[in-house]
């Protein structure tokens, strides 16, 4: 099993353009994440999908969108780069999530992405 | 809304010596809590966690966190670091209002020094 896959691992952007980050889970996981890594900072949440179908906003969603394309692949696009969007981005999958139980949540490698 | 704070940006230790990482959490009811490993370059590894029960739980690679609620803290031990445990830890913690999702601190960097 790979477990969660990104791509790209890296990436240069200018400000104004547009890309999508890729995310792959092969742990037949029903809820997916995307969260943003700042220094300082930790990980703060952009979106989640908690099942297939559906997604909601996280912490930090401005600036960006997302799909659940199908239970394995949760993608996130940025439509018009900006310097505050430079970070390092991860994908996790976990279990499904429900009240009063906290599945574990498996994280990718991660993508670098800086605009300039 | 639950929060985290790691007050340690930065640890060193020597390699053999133990090592403890602070965490304190705010939340109004029994946290769902959590510590993550970040090795340089990847993603982040779950190293314990902490639902209910035995306050001192242990994880993987040696470690082991003491829940105390009346200090509000989840701190990481370790009893005798390798040069391998130099890393970003992270401290999360999740709550029964917020479905799954979780807050991290800022994160500990741990160096270790031969």
């Known amino acids: 099993n790979a477990g969660v896959t990104q791509t790209p691992k890296f990436q240069v952007l200018k400000t104004g353009q547009s890309m999508t980050l890729q995310c792959a889970q092969d742990?037949?996981?029903?809820?997916m994440y995307w969260y943003r890594q700042d220094p300082g900072m930790g990980l703060r949440l952009i979106y989640y999908s908690a099942s297939e179908g559906t997604t909601d906003k996280g912490e930090v969603p401005n600036g960006y969108n997302v799909s659940r394309l199908n239970k394995r692949e949760f993608s996130l696009r940025l439509e018009s780069a900006a310097p505050s969007q430079t970070s390092v981005y991860f994908c996790?999958?976990?279990?499904?999530?429900?009240?009063?139980?906290?599945?574990?949540?498996?994280f990718g490698p991660g993508t670098r992405l800086t605009v300039l | 809304a639950q929060s985290v704070t790691q007050p340690d940006i930065h640890i060193t230790v020597s390699e053999g010596a133990s090592l403890e990482l602070r965490c304190n959490y705010s939340y109004g009811a029994t946290p769902y809590l959590f510590w993550y490993v970040q090795s340089p370059g990847q993603g982040l590894q779950l190293l314990l966690k902490?639902?209910?029960?035995?306050?001192l739980v242990q994880g993987i690679k040696g470690f082991e966190a003491e829940f105390k609620r009346s200090q509000s803290s989840f701190n990481l031990r370790k009893p005798s670091v390798h040069w391998s445990d130099a890393a970003e830890y992270f401290c999360a913690v999740g709550a029964l209002d917020s479905w799954g999702k979780l807050q991290f601190g800022a994160g500990t960097q741990v160096v270790v020094t031969p």
């Open positions: 742990m037949n996981h029903n809820s």
């Open positions: 996790a999958s976990s279990e499904e999530s429900r009240l009063a139980d906290y599945n574990e949540q498996f």
């Open positions: 902490y639902f209910s029960g035995d306050t």
